[in-house]
Each structure stands twice: as C-alpha cells, then as structure tokens.
C-alpha cells in the first residue's frame, strides 16, 4: 500500500515536470519571438529614414 503512494507520488512529480519545463520552453520561445519582431521592425524603420535622406538629398540637388 505504501509502495502505491510512493509511485503516484513519483508519477505526479514526474508530470508536474514535464509541464512546467514544457511552460518555460514556450515562455522562452515567446520571448525570442518577441526579440525578432522588434529587431524586423527595427530593421524597418532604419530603411524608412535611409530612403528618407536620400530624397532629401535628391530634392536637395535638383532645386
């Protein structure tokens, strides 16, 4: 009776595991999704001012 206890017991802890590490890995997965999504964005936004200046500076040699 006692040996039935110890192996739910263990059981249990093994699931309660396995979700927390699967609960840190999308945590983790989120988070690197994140960092892209601001790095793209980023990365758009640089090209928006770059083509900026230079139709500035086209405006700028054709007046």
Excluded: F, P, Y
């Excluded at 802890?13 to 601001?38: E, H, N, P, Q, R």
């Excluded at 758009?44 to 770059?50: G, H, L, V, W």
Aim: hydrophobic content about 50%.
């Amino acid at each position: 009776m006692m040996q039935m206890n110890i192996e739910r017991m263990i059981n249990a802890t093994g699931s309660l595991l396995i979700w927390l590490v699967m609960i840190l890995a999308a945590v983790i997965l989120v988070g690197l999704i994140i960092i892209a999504a601001k790095a793209i964005c980023q990365g758009i936004k640089d090209m928006d001012r770059k083509g900026e200046r230079k139709d500035a500076d086209n405006n700028t040699s054709e007046r």
